[in-house]
């Protein structure tokens, strides 16, 4: 067996293809964790923003050194930046041996050999069918207590800014089946919580045997498999989040009580610019729903600071935004111009960098308040926590997280990872919870 070293950028769905990459070479491959012992090191990439992409090139020029020093040793980028930029890659990064992009993953064995038979190869070629549905993904980074499906590959929304839809293609769903298996699998293997992944997991849909399953019966046949085994997803887009997926939600215990809710913006302008479909009233009716259905759900959310054309006033309506919904957490990027997007071609990257970054510093205060608030509201209650692993701060303590996904620390007695315990809240900063084991 050669010895493969995986280094993941990027989302969520980028850890899980590297899992089913992992499978794919496990013929002639096992997952080593330390690089010097590689045969073959793989980058699993993101083009989301442009420094995203400069800390590839970085990373490959140390491996160019790496590679000087150890004969045959084999370097290949997969992912979004290797669909973005393509063959030409090759050219530019004199460490790279080949380039397969997000649904070329099963012609990596050919790769790896044309490559080293000192061939130029690369296969960037996006399908509309490819799903890995047989696939069974090595989980080979895990606590063995969470783990990830991907349920869906690429995105038909063709927001104005976003690369997604050009790195990884039309959307398309997995079978409903294979998704149930592959979580029985895990749940038989002892996990404790599943997330189903997918850049827009609530337009999920498969049509098999004549029974059309949408995301709202897909969480419910996976929440159905055990009652003891949280189900998460990841991300939904404003525009599909129906009704009967927040009564689904609020029906089962074991769905958990987050959803992350990109909004990206709070003006009806930028919105419309940004090509997201839905309006600021829309999406706040959408949020006074989920809390009027699920009182204790937790709110996170995606923001991008200083995207064409933003006035202050724009700016003024995303804080304002953020204060109305209250959000527990949230991801801020300053916006960053992607070739290829509807954005490059017809609405100018206007706003000066300075600009950008004081919007944004604006908006991370802001939240810093705002998850301080809500953390603070949880000072005295007593959390259901599934115990993740040891406090990176004190051995002596435990991390895990409520349904909310708050990070919670508490001190270990006799509890044991993969537990679910109760802790009763006592303090908090912006990013955690802390507190003792109920008694
Ligand atoms: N599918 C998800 C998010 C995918 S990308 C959704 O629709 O919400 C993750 C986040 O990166 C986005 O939510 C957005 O906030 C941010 N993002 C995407 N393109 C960007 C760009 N060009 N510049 C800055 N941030 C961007
Ligand atoms: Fe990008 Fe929009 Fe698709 Fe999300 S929904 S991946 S932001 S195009
Ligand atoms: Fe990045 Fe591709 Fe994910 S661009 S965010 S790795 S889908």
Request: glycine content about 6%.
């Amino acid at each position: 067996m050669k010895n493969l070293f995986i280094e993941t950028y990027g989302c969520q769905m980028n850890v899980a293809d590297s899992e089913v990459v992992a499978s794919i070479l496990s013929a002639e491959y096992q997952i080593c964790d330390n690089i010097k012992n590689a045969d073959l090191i793989l980058l699993n990439t993101c083009s989301v923003r442009d420094h995203a992409e400069q800390r590839i090139r970085k990373r490959l020029n140390e491996l160019g050194a790496l590679k000087k020093k150890k004969a045959g040793l084999q370097i290949g980028l997969l992912g979004c930046m290797a669909e973005r930029v393509k063959e030409k890659l090759l050219h530019e990064e004199t460490a790279l041996d080949f380039i397969a992009g997000p649904d070329a993953y099963r012609s990596l064995p050919a790769l790896i050999q044309e490559s080293a038979f000192g061939k130029t190869a690369f296969n960037v070629l996006l399908s509309t069918e490819e799903t890995y549905d047989d696939i069974e993904p090595i989980r080979y980074d895990t606590n063995g207590i969470s783990a990830f499906i991907s349920i869906m590959r690429g995105c038909n929304n063709f927001c104005s800014y976003c690369v997604v839809p050009y790195t990884r293609g039309r959307e398309r769903s997995r079978s409903s089946e294979t998704i149930i298996r592959e979580a029985q699998q895990l749940i038989d293997q002892g996990y404790k919580e599943i997330t189903l992944l997918g850049q827009n997991v609530n337009s999920y849909c498969s049509n098999e045997n004549s029974e059309v399953v949408n995301f709202a019966k897909l969480l419910e046949k996976v929440a159905l498999l055990s009652p003891k085994v949280r189900v998460r997803f990841a991300t939904s887009h404003p525009k599909d989040i129906s009704d009967e997926l927040i009564e689904t939600i609020a029906k089962y215990d074991n769905c958990c009580k987050y959803i992350h809710l990109p909004v990206q913006a709070g003006s009806n302008v930028m919105l419309k610019r940004m090509n997201r479909v839905y309006t600021r009233e829309y999406y706040l009716e959408r949020i006074a729903t989920i809390k009027r259905l699920i009182p204790d759900c937790a709110i996170a959310t995606d923001i991008i600071a200083g995207f064409s054309g933003e006035t202050e006033e724009d700016h003024q309506a995303t804080l304002s935004l953020m204060k109305e919904v209250g959000y527990c957490a949230a991801y801020m990027f300053k916006y960053s111009e992607r070739d290829c997007t509807m954005a490059a071609k017809r609405f100018p990257d206007d706003i000066p960098d300075e600009v950008k970054g004081r919007r944004l510093e604006e908006i991370i205060a802001l939240q810093q308040d705002l998850s301080l608030a809500h953390n603070q509201k949880d000072i005295g209650k007593t959390f259901e926590v599934l115990v993740e692993g040891a406090s990176k701060r004190d051995a002596n303590e435990y991390f895990g997280r409520n349904s909310q996904n708050k990070v919670i620390i508490f001190p270990k007695e006799n509890a044991k990872i993969g537990d679910y315990v109760m802790v009763t809240v006592q303090s908090c900063s912006p990013a955690t919870l802390k507190g003792v084991l109920a008694k």
